[in-house]
């Protein structure tokens, strides 16, 4: 196991993570701590001083954490110029008031299967914790629904309603399912359901829904598309302070990009390291031609999600610089500053 976080640091941090200045709330001696070493072994990460730990448990709860505290800025910024926009107001309570939620529970209530106590309790058991974790009080109504792609999904304002398919369990281990269901329970947390509704069913059953489309001028749907893609960042770091394991984030991702069907498990292990390597190299790419980044977003135009390879260095970003690491500081004196 410890072989294995060892060769995942190497693979992030080929060079070394960076160091920060961590206050241990026990004795309050600033410790000095690797960046990389404390997000990979939280749970071995002691104050030099008294020997406490510095983070939290995984099955401790963070309670009170509010959904602004861990909003990506890009999902702040796209919210809000998608909020300015003036139709929206008006496009917004008329898709409620002549669709809203309801086709998609009676839909999800005639062909899922509802998990609860007596139906698929691990699996809803899982979304309890996952709930405990994050502070969150009302545990949404639960879906498994028969699909080949990894996937899952959540609607409802009012009454929150997540939709995990079925390959998901093919495919990912326990840790990997409780980050998908931290990931969706952000997207609860954060109130991005109806939006999310609005860009999903432009993106894939709009037509269904008689002129909807048409209703949307282009700069609304591009900005409703773009925030959707950047929402997703915010609903990964979620699914990272559920999981507490950066490894099974980064599992997740690589197996949402390559899948691990039978297929796949019998020619190769997937390469964890030869993933974010890849990524990296389009991070450096990007960086170094603009043409790169012109198609980048040219290509990301029609999408609802953000690429696999952005969304994985995008959560790297968070642990290295951003508050991920405060958020779990063991009961912290006063409330982390606010750092995205
Ligand atoms: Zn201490
Ligand atoms: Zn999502």
């Given at each position: 196991?410890?072989?294995k976080?060892?060769?995942?640091y190497d693979?992030?941090?080929p060079?070394?993570?960076p160091?920060?200045e961590?206050?241990?709330?026990?004795?309050?001696?600033i410790?000095?701590?690797?960046v990389?070493k404390?997000?990979?072994?939280?749970?071995?990460?002691r104050?030099g001083?008294?020997?406490?730990?510095?983070f939290?448990?995984?099955?401790?709860?963070?309670t009170?954490?509010?959904a602004?505290?861990y909003?990506h800025?890009?999902?702040?910024?796209?919210?809000?110029?998608?909020?300015?926009?003036?139709?929206v107001?008006?496009?917004?309570?008329?898709?409620?008031?002549?669709?809203g939620?309801?086709?998609?529970?009676?839909?999800?209530?005639a062909s899922?299967?509802?998990?609860?106590?007596d139906?698929f309790?691990?699996l809803?058991t899982?979304?309890q914790?996952a709930?405990t974790r994050?502070?969150?009080?009302?545990?949404?109504?639960?879906?498994?629904s028969q699909?080949?792609v990894?996937?899952?999904?959540t609607?409802?304002?009012?009454?929150p309603v997540?939709?995990?398919?079925?390959?998901l369990?093919?495919?990912?281990?326990?840790?990997?399912v409780?980050t998908?269901?931290?990931?969706?329970?952000?997207?609860?947390?954060?109130?991005h359901?109806?939006?999310k509704?609005l860009?999903?069913?432009l993106m894939h059953?709009g037509?269904?829904f008689?002129?909807w489309?048409?209703?949307l001028?282009?700069?609304?749907?591009?900005?409703?598309?773009?925030?959707?893609r950047?929402?997703?960042?915010?609903?990964?770091r979620?699914g990272?302070?559920?999981?507490?394991?950066?490894e099974?984030s980064?599992r997740v991702?690589?197996?949402?990009?390559?899948?691990?069907?039978?297929?796949?498990?019998?020619r190769?292990?997937?390469?964890?390291?030869?993933?974010?390597?890849?990524?990296?190299?389009?991070?450096?790419?990007e960086?170094?031609?603009w043409?790169?980044?012109?198609?980048a977003?040219?290509v990301?135009?029609?999408?609802?999600?953000?690429?696999t390879a952005?969304r994985?260095?995008?959560?790297?970003?968070?642990?290295?610089?951003g508050?991920f690491?405060?958020?779990?500081?063991v009961?912290?004196?006063?409330?982390?500053?606010k750092?995205?």
């Amino acid at each position: 196991m410890k072989e294995k976080i060892e060769s995942l640091y190497d693979a992030i941090w080929p060079q070394g993570a960076p160091k920060r200045e961590m206050r241990c709330s026990h004795c309050g001696r600033i410790n000095r701590l690797d960046v990389g070493k404390a997000a990979l072994m939280m749970e071995q990460c002691r104050c030099g001083e008294c020997g406490d730990l510095m983070f939290r448990r995984k099955e401790e709860p963070l309670t009170g954490l509010r959904a602004n505290s861990y909003q990506h800025p890009l999902d702040r910024s796209s919210l809000s110029a998608l909020r300015s926009i003036p139709a929206v107001s008006q496009v917004l309570k008329r898709f409620m008031g002549e669709i809203g939620e309801k086709p998609l529970r009676y839909q999800v209530l005639a062909s899922s299967i509802q998990c609860g106590e007596d139906q698929f309790p691990e699996l809803y058991t899982q979304l309890q914790q996952a709930c405990t974790r994050l502070g969150i009080d009302q545990v949404p109504t639960l879906f498994l629904s028969q699909s080949p792609v990894i996937n899952a999904s959540t609607f409802g304002s009012e009454e929150p309603v997540i939709v995990v398919h079925s390959a998901l369990l093919d495919h990912l281990d326990d840790a990997g399912v409780s980050t998908v269901l931290g990931h969706e329970l952000g997207h609860v947390h954060s109130e991005h359901s109806t939006f999310k509704l609005l860009a999903t069913l432009l993106m894939h059953g709009g037509m269904r829904f008689g002129g909807w489309p048409q209703l949307l001028a282009t700069p609304l749907r591009m900005a409703l598309q773009k925030w959707s893609r950047c929402a997703e960042l915010t609903a990964d770091r979620a699914g990272l302070l559920a999981s507490r394991s950066l490894e099974a984030s980064i599992r997740v991702l690589v197996r949402m990009a390559g899948g691990y069907s039978e297929g796949v498990r019998r020619r190769t292990n997937m390469n964890i390291a030869a993933f974010i390597k890849q990524a990296r190299q389009l991070k450096t790419a990007e960086n170094d031609s603009w043409m790169d980044g012109f198609f980048a977003s040219i290509v990301t135009l029609n999408r609802s999600h953000p690429f696999t390879a952005w969304r994985l260095l995008m959560l790297i970003e968070w642990v290295e610089e951003g508050n991920f690491l405060d958020l779990l500081l063991v009961n912290p004196a006063m409330e982390p500053e606010k750092k995205d």
